[in-house]
């Protein structure tokens, strides 16, 4: 491949999607668009990256921070003027330029790189990514001449009948020799219906100037449909999640329900592994094999082992290792690290916290800022209290030790190995190791407390 340069034009406002926010920033497949396309053209092998920023610039330069270099389009004057504010950047440059658009999130590498390649190819000035739309209302229509030869691309709002009943469209991504792109951009006037400086009209130009302008055909149009509405937008979610969902069965995952089930496209799962109903995985969340996941579980940023079953379970910035036992209702914290084979039963929450191996959490407990040993058992209702008002304090449970139920542990407090805390206690005291540790009002019983005419009322 020669040198080849992706630009990727991302400064509209997309108003449309009434937000205050860049559109390129809205999420599809639990990615922001720009980034999914910024992905797509660094697999196709492009060897710089260039964003063009415009409506909330900052903001979307913030978030790439230096995952591609950045231009501003101060005014939004059409994409030919887009592209012309990279020249300062580029000049210089020899090889192909791949122009696309930050708000075209399904382009996949495969077509960017077949784009490329037919670009080398035929030698050509220029190439265009074409579709055939099923109803082409609204995009630019690649004409052709008697010999099939691009001619020019004509925008919807000043093309005639004749070339309006064109249905190939011009995708609005092309590759330019850049040896040529800059002096004729310069020529590009704004006289059309638009007031714009279209990059389009290079096109003609180039043909004008006895150049070849090539064209080649995504493999299906729906790849080439931008989002300018949130009714878009959850189209392409749809397409980016049932292309994750196709790959990872394809890669050995059972899906009971691909039509209930949603993954983004950043996640890992291992091979044997069965994503239950209801379940959500996203961000840099990893599975391992032979999992079963859900129904109705949800995971952002878990790191998680192999043959591990978890159900009805919220989990987000944490990890859980191998072979346990989790759920139902369940909620994992941040920094909580859930050790070999745990079982953490029904209504716990486990916030920051690092739980050893074999330990069981069977029901209603809160384990907070802990520490908590192999071979555990906490009782039915343990809290460990790890806030004074001010700041949060640990509580370190030793190896194999006896949490009794309906228990107090209030920080900052240690309890032994193998030490036993009798059920309804309220530990504030270092707990020796394999001392058993009662601490709780003497049980004392009045009798005849209830007057009579209580109960006979």
Not at 124 to 152: C, N, S
Not at 303 to 313: L, R
Not at 420 to 438: C, E, M, N, Q, R
Request: with cysteine; hydrophobic share 35%; proline share 4%.
């Amino acid at each position: 491949m020669k040198n080849t340069i992706a630009l990727i034009l991302a400064a509209g406002k997309g108003t449309r999607m009434k937000s205050k926010f860049p559109k390129v920033l809205h999420k599809v497949g639990g990615v922001p668009m720009v980034e999914q396309v910024l992905r797509a053209v660094k697999a196709a092998g492009t060897q710089r990256q260039v964003v063009v920023v415009g409506f909330g610039g900052e903001t979307v330069r913030d978030y790439l921070g230096d995952q591609a270099e950045t231009v501003m389009q101060k005014e939004q004057l059409g994409t030919g003027h887009a592209v012309l504010q990279a020249e300062p950047l580029l000049q210089g440059e020899a090889g192909t330029l791949l122009v696309t658009c930050g708000d075209t999130p399904l382009v996949t590498k495969e077509t960017f790189t077949a784009l490329i390649h037919c670009h080398e190819q035929s030698g050509a000035a220029a190439t265009v990514l074409t579709a055939h739309m099923p109803d082409p209302t609204g995009y630019g229509r690649v004409i052709r001449d008697e010999k099939g030869q691009v001619v020019k691309i004509v925008e919807q709002k000043d093309g005639t009948p004749e070339e309006l009943a064109v249905d190939e469209v011009n995708a609005g991504i092309y590759c330019f020799d850049m040896s040529l792109l800059w002096d004729m951009l310069h020529n590009v006037t704004n006289d059309n219906a638009q007031g714009e400086y279209y990059l389009t009209d290079i096109i003609g130009m180039l043909v004008s100037a006895g150049k070849v302008v090539s064209a080649f055909a995504a493999p299906s149009y729906a790849e080439t449909l931008g989002v300018n509405s949130r009714q878009q937008m959850a189209e392409a979610e749809r397409v980016l999640r049932q292309r994750k969902l196709d790959e990872l069965m394809t890669d050995g995952v059972s899906i009971i329900d691909p039509n209930n089930t949603y993954v983004d496209t950043t996640v890992t799962v291992g091979r044997d592994t069965v994503l239950y109903p209801g379940t959500i995985l996203e961000g840099d969340t990893i599975i391992g094999e032979g999992c079963q996941v859900g129904p109705y579980v949800r995971m952002t940023n878990v790191k998680m082992g192999d043959d591990d079953h978890v159900q009805f379970m919220y989990a987000h910035d944490c990890e859980i290792k191998n072979g346990c036992e989790i759920g139902p209702f369940v909620h994992f914290r941040p920094n909580t690290v859930i050790g070999n084979q745990v079982k953490v039963g029904n209504y716990m929450e486990v916030k920051n916290s690092i739980v050893g191996d074999g330990t069981k959490l069977p029901h209603l407990s809160y384990i907070g800022d802990s520490d908590v040993g192999s071979g555990v058992n906490i009782g039915c209702g343990t809290i460990t209290v790890n806030y004074d008002g001010k700041i949060k304090h640990r509580t370190t449970i030793g190896d194999h030790a006896f949490v009794g139920c309906n228990s107090n542990l209030v920080a900052p407090v240690k309890v032994g190995d193998y030490a036993y805390v009798g059920a309804g206690s309220t530990i504030t005291k270092d707990i020796p190791a394999k001392a058993l540790s009662v601490a709780r009002a003497r049980q004392r019983n009045i009798e005849g407390w209830v007057k009579e005419d209580t109960y006979k009322k």
